[in-house]
Nanobody, 123 residues
Framework: QVQLVESGGGLVQAGGSLTLSCTVS????????MGWFRQAPGKGREFVSG????????AYVDSVKGRFTISRDNGKDTTYLLMNNLKPEDMGVYYC????????????????WGQGTQVTVSS
């Protein structure tokens, strides 16, 4: 059974930092593209960042470029999202997801999802 478990969310003041983690079990992690998405109340799920299976390629939504950094440790079956200079508009539930293709900004190719972790940014 494939499981993705996110952690690291919480409450932070604007300008602060958080690091999200997503650990995968039940399936080979090292060959999969990983993605981070977020969903604010009343809005759709938005692509935030993605990383290729070996970390050689990354992608970010424009609004987080220069502030967020995605990385992965295939030895630990874990991907990370370092979020700096957080803004109120970054608030939402953050989800990690994976699939065996190239990085995509669409939710559809991703076939396994975590349960999400809440990020709250106070202004």
């Amino acid at each position: 059974q494939v499981q993705l478990v996110e952690s690291g969310g919480g409450l932070v003041q604007a300008g602060g930092s958080l690091t999200l983690s997503c650990t995968v079990s039940g399936r080979t992690f090292a060959t999969d593209t990983m993605g981070w998405f977020r969903q604010a109340p009343g809005k759709g799920r938005e692509f935030v960042s993605g990383i290729s299976w070996n970390g050689g390629r990354t992608a970010y939504v424009d609004s987080v470029k220069g502030r967020f950094t995605i990385s992965r440790d295939n030895g630990k079956d874990t991907t990370y999202l370092l979020m700096n200079n957080l803004k109120p508009e970054d608030m939402g539930v953050y989800y990690c997801a994976k699939f065996s293709g190239h990085i995509s900004g669409s939710v559809y190719p991703y076939d396994y999802w975590g349960q999400g972790t809440q990020v709250t940014v106070s202004s």
